[in-house]
Every structure is written in C-alpha cells, then in structure tokens.
C-alpha cells in the first residue's frame, strides 16, 4: 500500500461533472487511485509521498488519442517538408522501410518523454510498419520504462502498390501473418481492467493501404476479444477521391460496409465528412481523433470539431506522427484545436459577437477535449478527471514563469491560451514521472544523443 497527496496547489482543476475548479486544492492517492479530492484543509496532512504544489496549477493527466511514436526519427525531413498527404508519404515510406527494433525502442521512449512534459499521462500509438523484425513489443517495453499509460495500436500494411494500394511493396505484410501477430499481441498483453498500463488496439493503416478484407478479418478478431479499432479516415481529399474510384463510395460509407462503425472504433482526423457522417458517427459511437496540426501541417484541411461536439460525437485530440507535426506536445494541440476552431467560424461568417454566430471553443472547451475526450474515445471511465475512483493522473505547472505574467486572473486559460509550457510535475497512476521539470524515469540528454544516432542512419542509410 502506497499513498500520495498532492497539497496547497493554487487551483486544483477536476473536470469532475460540476467541473469544479478548486483553490488550494488537494488529491490524496492510494495504490495509483484516487481516494480523496478537495481543500487541502479537508484532506488527510500525512501520505509516504507528498507534493506541495503551492504556486502550481493541477490538471487531469491529457490523453493523446493519435500518434506514431517511429515518426520522432523523421522530422521535419527536406523532401517531405513541403508536401500533402500522398507525397509525403511517398517520399517517408522508403525512409521508415529501413527502421530496426531499436529504432522503435528509442523513438517510443523520445515521443513519450515529449509527451509526459506536455502533460499528457495517456498515449495511444499506431505502429503500422514492422521492418527488419521490429515488433509493437520494442514500443510496449519502452513505455514501461517511460511509465506512461499506452493504447498500442497493432497497425498494419496490406496493399502494396503492384495491388493499386499507396506503400512500396517492400512494407507491406501478408494478411495472414498480421492477423495471427495481432491476436498474439492481444493475449500476451491486452489488460481491460481499470487502471490498466498496457491496452492493445487493431488498426489497419486506412483504406489505401490495406484491403478490405484484413479491415474486416480485424474487426472480427477485434470484438472477439473486446479490443478497440482505429484507423485513418476521411484525412484528405485525396483519399475520398481514392476511395470513391476503388470501391464507389466515400470513406465513411465503405467503412460502414465493412463493420467498422460502433462505439468501439475511433478514426483519426475525419476532416472530409458531410452531415449525414457526422450523425453517423454520433448515432453509432464512433470516436474521432482530432488533430489539428497535422491537419494544418499537411494543408488536409479543418475538421468540423463545433459540428460533432453538437452532434455528441465523441471526440479526442491527436498530435499525430511526428513527420506531420514536428511535435509531441498535447498542451500545444490543446491550442491549436482551440485556435483552429475558431478559425472554421470565422471562415464560415461568424463574427465574434453577431447575433446567431456560433460559439467559439473555449480554453476549457478544448482541455475538455483533451481529458474527458480523450477518455471517451479511448473507451475508458477511469481517466480524464479526478475524482475518487479514478486513476491518479495529473500534472502540475508552476504559475510564476514569464509566459503566464500578466494571465493570473485565470490561471486555467493560461495553460491554453499563452505560448505552450513544459510541465513541472506528472504523476502516472500515482508515481512521480516528472519532478521540478525534470524527467524521473529517463536520462534524457542521452536518449537524445542515441535517437539522433538513430535518425541520421535512416535518413543517410548508414549501415
Ligand atoms: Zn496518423
């Protein structure tokens, strides 16, 4: 039994359902779980761990609902720097053709740490590419080392080009081979219990790079053992076109035809779709990955966020690859959704105080989105806010810094709308991964040194 209490924290952010924002706030922990939330005057003084937060912001851990940890290798790479969607890929593919084990091993850790000091306590990764013998268990092993919670996406490449799919046939694997690895990832490591580290996804790349029938074999597997699904959808405008020339209907509707809408799939990005998706989505459960960087990056265009929030679709934030986005960093997504979305209402003729115009997304609209949403579309109820039960995730920010001077009025907005920061403390199920702005579990100056090692062999094919 090991209990923690986070004190004196200058304002203690629940998203509970009353949304209540606490000034000298507390948490008390036992064994990664929640026991108590409140004034610190109301919460037991003693724990085997204590934090005194005073001066500190505290937040519900956020939830990266879209990332592909192996892409920290190829950032901002020349040929890809200026390039949509298709071309971008063309041009990767060959790249990531030549990843190895450790590559993964390295890039997971690099990803998750640029993650654990943006806030985020949660990641799903999609590893859709296995080359020279790499498995999604380099990625699960250095997670555990890391100590972040991970949705490990068992992504996959079945349609090469000699097919008429998108991938050199030199990544793609046999649709046997990747059913069978899938339901060996499940059994070995998939745990559906509350507070669990480790959940396995299936997720086929997106429609132009596998066949329909692994989309459908997948899900099959899929909800006979209870695991969610994930794939691209409805990215570009490339892909509808794509779409619409090889099997006759948009995205949405071809995915409609091969099982795959329910509450236990969850599409990344869903910029292109029309009303009727939309209420698609919202009627079936299907949880979109909001990322708007990467959106913006790879000029796919702006998802429709106000219209699914309306609908009651649920929705998440994504940072997505980190070849489309350059960045791990889930407080600047935050900003970015918030931005981005106002933006699509300008676009569309709203004006900020017209009558009839739409609202735009707030500050704590889009650290909704990155919590509560996040956990909804991840299919989870024991994260996103703390409250007793859940699990104790969260990070802390020092308020006394340069870029919050002057917004102190309202810390909470702070976070979102000045330039994003790097934490200062993150708890994960109740143990210290970031202290005083500093990594506990990494020696990160030298995971830098060996993931730039990394990157310059792929990108010079260095032996
Ligand atoms: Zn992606």
Redesign the pocket.
């Known amino acids: 039994m090991s209990t923690l209490l986070a004190h004196r924290v200058s304002l203690l952010v629940t998203m509970d359902s009353q949304r209540r924002e606490i000034q000298d706030g507390a948490i008390f922990a036992r064994d990664g779980f929640i026991e108590q939330v409140g004034r610190s005057d109301e919460l037991p003084q003693e724990a085997d761990v204590i934090l005194d937060l005073t001066g500190h912001i505290l937040l519900p851990g956020l939830i990266n609902t ?1 990332h ?1 940890f192996y892409q920290t290798l190829t950032r901002a790479i020349p040929s890809a720097q200026d390039a949509n969607l298709f071309n971008w890929l063309k041009t990767l593919y060959p790249i990531w053709a030549r990843i190895k084990p450790d590559d993964i091993y390295i890039s997971t850790q690099t990803a998750l740490v640029e993650l654990a000091l943006s806030g985020c306590t949660t990641a799903a990764d ?1 590893l859709y590419l296995f080359p020279n013998g790499s498995r999604l268990d380099d990625e699960i092993e250095a997670a555990r080392l890391v100590g972040l919670r991970l949705h490990a996406s068992r992504g996959s490449m079945s349609l090469g080009e000699s097919q008429g799919g998108l991938p050199p046939d030199s990544v793609v694997d046999s649709e046997e081979s990747i059913l069978a690895d899938s339901q060996r990832l499940i059994e070995q490591y998939h745990d559906p219990k509350p507070g669990a580290m480790v959940r396995i996804v299936l997720a086929p790349c997106s429609p132009f790079s596998v066949t329909g029938e692994l989309m459908r074999e997948s899900a099959l597997l899929a909800r006979q053992y209870g695991v969610h699904l994930h794939t ?1 959808l409805a990215e570009t405008q490339d892909e509808e076109t794509f779409c619409l020339e090889k099997f006759g209907q948009r995205p949405v509707a071809y995915m409609q035809s091969l099982d795959w809408v329910g509450s236990d799939v969850w599409f ?1 990005h869903s910029v292109h779709v029309n009303s009727e998706e939309i209420d698609l989505y919202a009627r079936t459960g299907c949880g979109v990955a909001h ?1 708007p960087t ?1 959106n913006m990056r790879l000029a796919s265009g702006i998802a429709p966020l106000l219209q699914y929030r309306r609908s009651g679709v649920r929705v998440g934030l994504g940072v ?2 980190s070849a ?1 986005n350059d960045s791990s960093h889930m407080l600047a997504e935050a900003r970015q959704a918030m931005l981005l979305a106002r933006l699509r209402a300008g676009l569309q003729g709203a004006s900020l105080s017209g009558e009839g115009a739409p609202p735009l997304l707030t500050a704590r609209q889009a650290l909704e989105l990155a919590t509560l949403g996040g956990a909804a579309v991840l299919g989870r109820s024991d994260i996103g806010s703390l409250e007793p039960g859940k699990c104790a995730d969260f990070f802390a920010v020092d308020l006394n810094r340069l870029d919050y001077a002057g917004a102190l009025h309202d810390p909470l907005a702070a976070v979102v709308f000045c330039a994003p920061q790097k934490v200062d403390v993150s708890v994960v199920h109740g143990k210290i991964i970031v202290q005083d702005g500093q990594m506990q579990t990494v020696d990160v100056p030298r995971l830098v040194e060996r993931h730039n090692l990394s990157a310059r062999r792929l990108l010079y094919q260095l032996a």
């Open positions: 879209h592909h999609h691209h990344a990322c990467s997505d690859g489309s």
